[in-house]
Structures are given as C-alpha cells and as structure tokens.
C-alpha cells in the first residue's frame, strides 16, 4: 500500500484546516492508500520560537519516507500551476495535486460510507 502525504494550504483557521485535512486524509483512503498528514502530526506540537523551524524539518524528512504528496486545493488555474510548482520544488516530482471543488461529490461519499473502506481495506490486507 502506498504511502502518501496530504498537503493543504494554511490559512489560519485552524478549526476549518483540521477538518479540511481530515476530510482529504479520508478521501486518500477511499482511493487505496495510507495518508499521514504533517499538519495532523506536527502543527502545534512546539510552541516555542523556533516551532515553525521545526515543523518544517519534520515535514520535509516525512516527505522524503513517502510514495507520493497529494496537494489540495481550490485555486484558480493560474494559481493552481504556481502551487503545483511550488509542491514539486518543495517536494520533488511525486506531488500531485487535488481541486476540492472537482473533488467535492466524493469527498462528501467518502464521510458517508466508512463501512466500505472497511471492507476495502481488509480485501487489501489478503493480497
């Protein structure tokens, strides 16, 4: 099973960015993968000065250990190219990247049928 980074942008609601990342990182499951998310898994952890500093490391060496970094997003094209850009400068060429809005109607099926993800998952782990 791959490996794979959920990326969103941060924009300083934290409440509406836990769920947004919660809602992607259920979304790569339903698609077969294993998300892990540095923004579940770091943010916030260090409070002090040179938290951020630290964050950042932490999720650069987690970029490194995965099979691919999903982005997720809801620019326009232009902006969408650039934060592209920005994800495989940052990341390496292993980025893809997810417009919510193209992405809304599964996302919200994804909620709503965990019963399925159990059963895909379990047919996973026989193979």
Not at 71 to 76: A, S
Not at 105 to 118: A, D, G, K, N, P
Request: aromatic letters at 8%; glycine letters at 4%; a negative charge.
């Amino acid at each position: 099973m791959k490996l794979v980074m959920i990326v969103t942008k941060i924009t300083g609601n934290e409440e509406n960015e836990r769920a947004r990342v919660l809602e992607y990182c259920r979304f790569a499951a339903h698609k077969g993968v294993l998300p892990i998310s540095s923004y579940l898994n770091f943010h916030n952890i260090f409070m002090d000065e040179i938290g951020l500093a630290v964050e950042h490391l932490l999720t650069l060496r987690l970029a490194k250990q995965v099979d691919e970094i999903w982005v997720f997003g809801n620019e326009k094209e232009e902006e969408k190219s650039s934060l592209i850009e920005e994800a495989c400068l940052e990341y390496g060429r292993r980025a893809k990247y997810f417009d919510a809005r193209e992405i809304g109607e599964e996302l919200l099926l994804c909620t709503m049928f965990s019963e399925e993800l159990v059963r895909r998952l379990e047919d996973m782990e026989e193979c």
